[in-house]
């Protein structure tokens, strides 16, 4: 079920990569491709490896086997945050907003220390207005003075897209972005991270939620026991009998 629709060159392209936990294979031979504004959704049982890969793109583990590349580029060895600054950002798990500081300041540090080398050339805005922008952007202009430390749990998660927006991205990893929220509030969230394609950011989503999975998908993307057991249209994917199987075997 490969995608072969796929022909521009890949903004993320993961080949054959094996990732090994003493004599433990959390990883064997997957392939893994993202498009430049793609939305990718990865799903699996638990255990099967999801947050093992992100963190092998990320670079937070170092692969036994196999090539990642970004934008061409063989990244393999980079250290993490080398792929931050290539245009790689992670979300929901590290880093975390400093709590302390209000929701500009959060925005400005990341401005500061990475998002102004990746700003675009024609861009005549000021750091500080940039930093407005973005806060303004997920809706939290009106808390934009507040300590991110008095913030909800829903506002906490625009704060960190926020902060990897702020970083100018070409990838967003979301990793369970929307676990623990309401309903109302993963419809938020959602909405949020799928507006980025319009700013041409892909964005490789895993998440246990599946309807949003399904909202969110262009493609998915299926691990099972460190395999990739699938990998195409989401509505062809939820019926692909492994697929199933894999699930009610849980
Ligand atoms: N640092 C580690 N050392 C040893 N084993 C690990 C380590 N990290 C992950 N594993 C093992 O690798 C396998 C894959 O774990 P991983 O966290 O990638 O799965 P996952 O699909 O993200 O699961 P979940 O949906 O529960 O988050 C699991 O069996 C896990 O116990």
Redesign the pocket.
């Known amino acids: 079920m490969e995608n072969t629709t796929q022909t521009q060159m890949p903004l993320v392209k993961v080949s054959a990569v094996t990732k090994k ?2 004599g ?1 294979t ?2 064997s031979n997957v392939d893994l491709v993202i498009a430049p504004g793609e939305r990718v959704g990865l799903i ?10 992100v ?1 092998c793109i990320s670079g937070m ?1 170092k692969i036994d086997g196999g090539t990642i590349e970004f934008a061409g580029e063989n990244i393999s060895s980079l250290p993490p945050h080398a792929r931050v600054h290539a245009g790689i950002a992670r979300s929901f798990q590290i880093p975390r907003p400093f709590k302390t500081m209000s929701v500009f300041e959060n925005i400005m540090v990341v401005l500061n220390f990475s998002g102004n080398d990746r700003k675009h050339a024609d861009d005549t805005r000021t750091t500080e207005e940039r930093a407005l922008d973005i806060v303004q952007g997920v809706g939290l202009f009106g808390k934009k003075d507040h300590v991110s430390a008095s913030l909800t749990q829903v506002e906490l998660r625009k704060l960190e897209l926020a902060r990897a927006m702020a970083a100018n991205p070409k990838v967003l990893i979301a990793d ?1 972005a929307l676990a623990g929220l309401s309903g109302a509030e993963v419809d938020e969230i959602l909405d949020l991270i799928m507006g980025m394609k319009e700013k041409g950011v892909s964005v490789l989503m ?1 998440e ?1 939620i599946m309807s949003a999975v399904m909202r969110f998908s262009e493609r998915l993307v299926v ?1 099972v026991a ?1 395999n990739k057991i699938a990998d195409g249209l989401p509505q062809d994917v939820i019926n692909n009998p492994e697929v199933i199987k894999a699930y009610l075997g849980e």
């Open positions: 936990f003493g433990f959390a990883l699996g049982p638990n255990g099967s490896g999801k947050s093992t890969l963190n583990l369970e895993i246990h691990l460190g």
